[in-house]
């Protein structure tokens, strides 16, 4: 599968390779700008993303308007509901005011708190049915 991995920290970025090169190819970047010009050529080309996960705080565009900005992208390209990305914020802010604005306007698929441990991610992948192998590999 495709993976958009978005965080301005490089060492965050690095971290969420580490896990998921196992299961997809992983593009990065930098911020939320970034991070939307890369999902719109990749819908563009008809490579469209399985998943995405994104960072809130990012200089440039922050994931939160990253989020809507991908939402709104996809609803103009007539992608449906059950076609649309999914999209995990992955957070060190779990305040209720941004969770609440990342479900709710934004429209994200799940929510994950930093630190970000590789058996939550892939509990997330599993729940959304995103192929990450066996729970228990040998
Ligand atoms: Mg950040």
Known sequence: MRILIVDDEPHNRILLQQMLKSVGECDL???????????MVALDDGLPYDL???DIMMPEM???DALKSI?????????TDT???????VSALDT???VVEAFFKGRCTDYITKPVRQSVLF???REYKLDCGPSNPA
């Open 52 to 54: 995405v996960l994104l």
């Open 123 to 125: 509990d997330k992948l």
């Open 83 to 89: 076609q649309e990305v999914v999209i995990f914020m």
């Open 96 to 98: 209720e005011s941004q």
């Open 29 to 39: 970047a930098v911020d939320g700008r970034e991070a939307v010009e890369a999902f």
């Open 71 to 79: 939402r709104a992208y996809e609803q103009e390209h007539g992608v």
């Open 62 to 64: 922050n994931g939160q």
